[in-house]
């Protein structure tokens, strides 16, 4: 069963380093979100990608975050520099469409620590 | 803006025993609810969705259902068994972005054989 893969799956990084947290969406998926959860809380919504472009983001996702689909299958996350509080697993997902009846897949997730 | 809550927050039942989670939504304004599995450092299982103009969705020995006007979903687990012990999300769409998804903060279920 496809399914959506994410690299890598833990990182450590110093902060004020710049991170890029990559995901492969299932290929005939045409939406992509990022999502995160920060230990013992709830998951959060970060942003919906599609067509090339943001279609929707959260408060949390501030000018220190970017995404981009630099080819036909990855779909990237950039921290451009990490504060502690950055500290999260990632999730990545991807829907076929955006329809009230799709599901969203998710990724198994990057735990991301910055020291 | 959307709250989702989830009750109780933890839940020990011994195998067989059948159960009952909660989710409660704060505004009812929603595109569709999804309950999700979540494993220890894993990531997200869809296990139901159910569109907003649904009652209810069943899946083997799991049955959702909506009551939208109230705000409320719930999650039935039949005839339990310790790999269904995870913890369970409950998540909204709608109501504050059309693409954007609302968790609660879960319910952490343990079955004990």
């Known amino acids: 069963e496809p399914e959506v893969t994410q690299t890598p799956s833990h990182q450590v990084t110093q902060m004020g380093q710049e991170v890029i947290l990559r995901c492969v969406p299932i290929?005939?998926?045409?939406?992509f979100y990022w999502y995160r959860q920060i230990l013992g809380q709830k998951v959060e919504f970060l942003v919906s990608f599609y067509n090339n472009e943001i279609s929707e983001k959260s408060e949390i996702f501030d000018d220190q975050f970017s995404v981009e689909r630099p080819d036909g299958s990855n779909f990237t996350l950039k921290i451009r520099s990490t504060k502690l509080e950055d500290s999260a697993m990632y999730f990545c997902?991807?829907?076929?469409?955006?329809?009230?009846?799709?599901?969203?897949?998710f990724g198994p997730g990057t735990r991301l620590l910055v020291l | 803006k959307q709250e989702v809550t989830q009750i109780p927050a933890a839940l020990s039942v011994p195998e067989g025993e059948n159960l009952v989670l909660n989710c409660s939504f704060t505004d009812s304004a929603i595109y569709n609810l999804q309950w999700f599995r979540q494993d220890p450092g894993k990531g997200l299982t869809s296990l139901l969705l159910?569109?907003?103009?649904?009652r209810e969705q069943t899946s083997g020995r799991l049955n959702a259902s909506l009551d939208k006007s109230s705000g409320r979903s719930t999650l039935y687990i039949a005839a339990s068994q310790p790999g269904d012990s995870a913890t369970y999300l409950c998540a909204v769409r709608g109501s504050g972005g059309y693409q954007k998804v609302t968790f609660g903060t879960g319910t952490k279920l343990q079955v004990i054989p």
């Open positions: 290929s005939n998926h045409l939406y």
């Open positions: 159910i569109q907003s103009s649904q």
């Open positions: 997902a991807s829907s076929v469409l955006a329809g009230y009846q799709e599901t969203q897949y």
